[in-house]
């Protein structure tokens, strides 16, 4: 190693700073998190500095550096663009013993400033030595999508409970295998989820029981999003790494599920019309006797899972059997496909409204307020509009829609393979017979699809029809 990694105590211990310009107040910005006592040295100072050191009982000093100012201090930090002064300070600070940073001289420094992922009481630290301050950052950003920012409240509730563990296990290993199982169970989820009481109460019967078993597991229903990968959430992404089980549908993309983890049980639950794999009930009873089984179950939706996607159903089923559960949200197909089709939903000059409307009923019947639909200055989106398409153009154009008003056919939206048929209602029923765009498809209806040429962007970004 180039550099041993080491944690700083700087609470209540002084620090000197040299500079006063961005970077200083960068490092400044640091130590008062550490919760550093600074004092700066510097011919100018920012206001925006001179006012963060007057908040945290810093003491500025306008002036020159000189040696003295090391004495009784636990770290120095060079800031500055002297390169004179920075190695003055330099070998004043080895002489006498006091660790020192240059910043951007890696040669005049006997300690690094890592990226930092910050969840305190869990700190991460990245270093490059110095070598490459970019890829550090960079793996820095990979880390924080990684690492929920509730880790922070999980360490500060086991930082509570550490003793209470220590009296109630004897062995080292007991307690190991113990925190274990909290830290991959239903105590952090709890925290993730929000419910600290709830997790703190978890936790205090799990050492009450002098075990971290639990006897019912959870299910967690997580928005896949229209298919991209890159689309998902970090939360998302994060329960698919841990499911022992995943049920999923058909409008889940295969690169999505081979996100999930790599030895959970996968159950394709998938529904196309007239043709279900799994009926509704079978698949709300697979949740039910894989939770109860204590598996982490994974219930994996194309989009959202609240927007047309039998979520509130399926949470009905497990709350009435006391099930727990978390909804992860994804985006929605309505947003994604027409993001990806170049077609806002709304704009200023066009619509000031959306509205999402299912082209299909619980009963296979569609029942249609069209006099509501057809209102100007609004877009409406049908999701599985594709089968009943001649049926919704002729009632919007019976309650009053221009025949003219332009319409959209997003197909397989934001996979490699979309494709996008723009007419009006008076066409676009004979050109999607003649295109046969498949499902799954959205179909767009409103004055904000004739942006679609100017705007379209993904993939071959062209329409196989223009308005």
């Not at 296990?169 to 105590?187: A, M, P």
């Not at 019967?205 to 959430?233: C, M, R, S």
């Not at 398409?389 to 996979?415: F, M, N, Q």
């Not at 046969?436 to 029809?465: D, H, K, M, R, Y």
Request: glycine residues 8%; hydrophobic residues 40%.
């Amino acid at each position: 190693m180039d550099y041993l990694p080491l944690f700083f105590d700087l609470r209540e211990r002084d620090v000197l700073l040299i500079g006063g310009g961005d970077v200083a107040l960068r490092k400044a910005r640091l130590l008062v998190r550490a919760g550093a006592r600074i004092t700066l040295v510097s011919h100018r100072v920012l206001p925006e500095l001179e006012s963060l050191l007057e908040l945290n009982r810093g003491l500025v000093i306008i002036g020159e550096y000189h040696p003295e100012l090391l004495d009784g201090k636990v770290l120095v930090l060079a800031a500055t663009d002297d390169d004179q002064l920075n190695e003055r300070v330099h070998y004043d600070a080895v002489a006498q013993n006091v660790p020192v940073n240059v910043v951007d001289s890696p040669a005049l420094c006997t300690f690094v400033f890592p990226a930092i992922v910050d969840r305190s009481p869990i700190v991460i630290g990245i270093s490059s030595g110095g070598q490459s301050p970019v890829l550090a950052r960079l793996l820095r950003a990979k880390l924080e999508t990684w690492i929920p920012t509730g880790y922070s409240r999980l360490g500060q509730l086991v930082g509570r409970f550490r003793d209470k563990v220590k009296a109630r296990f004897g062995s080292v290993n007991e307690r190991r295998v113990f925190w274990e199982s909290v830290l991959q169970g239903q105590v952090a989820e709890r925290v993730f989820a929000g419910q600290d009481s709830a997790a703190e109460a978890l936790l205090e019967q799990q050492i009450e029981q002098g075990n971290a078993q639990h006897q019912v597991g959870e299910v967690y229903l997580v928005g896949a999003g229209p298919g991209d990968p890159e689309l998902l959430t970090f939360k998302a992404l994060r329960l698919m790494q841990q499911a022992d089980v995943v049920l999923y549908d058909r409008l889940v993309s295969p690169d999505v599920l081979d996100l999930c983890r790599r030895d959970a049980d996968l159950v394709f639950v998938g529904k196309q019309r007239d043709n279900h794999a799994v009926p509704q009930e079978g698949i709300n009873q697979l949740l039910i006797d894989h939770a109860r089984a204590g598996k982490r179950v994974v219930r994996l939706k194309g989009g959202d899972p609240f927007i047309f996607g039998r979520g509130g159903e399926e949470l009905e089923r497990l709350k009435q059997e006391g099930i727990p559960f978390q909804v992860v949200p994804g985006i929605t197909a309505a947003s994604a496909c027409s993001t990806y089709a170049g077609i806002p939903l709304t704009h200023r000059d066009y619509a000031q409204s959306v509205k999402f409307v299912t082209g299909q009923l619980k009963n296979r019947t569609s029942e249609l307020d069209f006099a509501e639909l057809v209102h100007p200055n609004q877009t409406i989106v049908f999701y599985m509009g594709l089968h009943t398409l001649d049926k919704l153009c002729d009632g919007l154009v019976r309650h009053g829609k221009s025949v003219d008003t332009p319409v959209a056919i997003v197909s397989r939206g934001t996979a490699q393979d979309q494709r996008v048929l723009t007419g009006t209602l008076n066409t676009i029923v004979s050109q999607q017979a003649a295109a046969q765009l498949p499902a799954p498809s959205l179909v767009i209806v409103g004055e904000v699809v004739a942006l679609q040429p100017q705007l379209s962007w993904f993939g071959a970004a062209e329409a196989e029809n223009r308005i």
